[in-house]
């Protein structure tokens, strides 16, 4: 692991050359996958995330299956060369809290009681990662969920914002997130503004967070356009040749 | 043929009947499904890009024979949910002892969806004209949203296909199709509906399918010589 930078923001420049409220070059492609019902693939700065979607297919074991609704499985794995330090494969304590966080954030724009019984996988395979990884996945699996004809209500967007060098930032990378002071998480409906998903690691005053959060919904509504292209493009290519 | 690609969550208007593949929030009708926008006069309907097949009662389906039971065989419908035949909605009187004999495990069934019970409980009944255990032919399986394009308008590019190769045809509405007739009407049947589910969304489809036969014939013509 690399030292701290002697200064992480400098003259309101940060290390990769954005201002604050910037993100990172986002680029989104739907249905990469063939033998999965839906699928995307991101690359968002740093991170490379492929995401699958699988059903809704029937549930197990089969008590798990509800009368009423559709259960959601959502998996979020690190690939073991996805950061400097080799990750020990498998699920561990972080990665099981996301999974969790990740599906309760997908949940309400899901309309599961149209498939009954029946379970919607999600997979979200983390394959380079630089901060900001389960945002990224939240985005990759929301576009592969509509890929596979999932009735739902809107898309989720998600991004991180925080603060590092007393500013606050839009979507950090790793050595913000490292070195900086707090780093938060956020998943929304763009659309309509609901707020699906919100974590926070380290401090921010109740100015700074609110500051923060209007951050984030702008950079949702920047993923959320690249979102919507992505699908659009899929079938535009679908339609050439 | 400019169409409407909607994601889920797009506003399709206000005052209009909403269809499939829509809902309604506060008087205003969203896309839910990621599809293609059909307005009528009244009515705004989203057709689905992809997705599992809905089972709904009155569709004709074809069904693979997964299980037999003492009082019903279940069948693999290519759906998220399984169909039971129970005998009795079998159309001939049978012993149980004889259910192997109608039909085995492994096999191919035309079959209609009766009723849908809560909570998707999907009774198939062997009551239509077409119904039947299937013995000859090929069964061939494609993505059911692509179901339309192959019967096309009216029925207009299914006919295309029977016409111009010659070989019997079954469509069943959860994406799979039986095909009759000799070897090689099979395999050109099959080339040419594949081809309409990988061009769905192009342009001028039925000429593109017109010439594909055309073509293949030819080549077929020269390879025999």
Known sequence: ?241 | MSEEVVIPGCFLGEGVTAGEGTFVEENRVYSMVYGLVKRDKKEVEVIPLSGKYRPKAGDLVIGKVIESTFSMWIMDINSPYEGLLRLSNYPKRIEKEDMQKEMRVGEMVITRIKEVEFPMRINLAMDDRKCAVIREGVVIEIAHTKIPRVIGKGGSMINLIKKKIGCNIFIGQNGRIWLSGSDEKIELAAETILKIERDAHANRLADRIDRFIKEKKKGKGKNAK
């Not at chain 1, 998996?75 to 999974?99: L, T």
């Open chain 1, 1 to 241: 692991m690399q030292n701290r930078p002697e200064k992480l923001i400098n003259d309101g420049v940060r290390l990769d050359g954005r201002g604050p409220d910037e993100i990172r070059p986002i680029k989104i492609e739907a249905g990469v996958l063939n033998r999965a019902d839906g699928s995307c693939y991101i690359e968002w700065g740093g991170n490379k995330v492929l995401a699958a979607v699988y059903g809704p297919r029937e549930a197990h074991p089969r008590h798990l299956q509800d009368s009423r609704k559709a259960i959601i499985k959502y998996r979020y794995n690190m690939a073991s060369f996805s950061v400097e330090d080799r990750k020990r494969p498998g699920p561990d304590r972080r990665s099981v809290e996301i999974s969790k966080v990740s599906r309760e954030a997908l949940a309400p724009v899901l309309m599961l009681e149209y498939f009954p019984r029946s379970s919607i996988d999600i997979f979200v395979e983390i394959l380079q990662a630089d901060a900001g990884t389960r945002t990224t996945g939240i985005t990759a699996a929301s576009v592969a969920l509509a890929d596979a004809g999932i009735p739902m209500k809107n898309l989720v967007s998600a991004i991180s914002v925080g603060k590092a060098d007393g500013e606050v930032i839009l979507d950090l990378i790793r050595e913000e997130d490292n070195y900086g002071e707090a780093d938060m998480p956020v998943a929304m409906i763009t659309e309509t503004g609901d707020i699906t998903l919100l974590q926070m690691d380290g401090n921010l005053t109740g100015e700074e967070f609110i500051k923060a959060l209007n951050f984030a919904k702008k950079g949702c509504e920047s993923v959320y356009k690249l979102q919507r292209r992505s699908l659009i493009e899929k079938y535009e290519k679908s339609c050439s040749d």
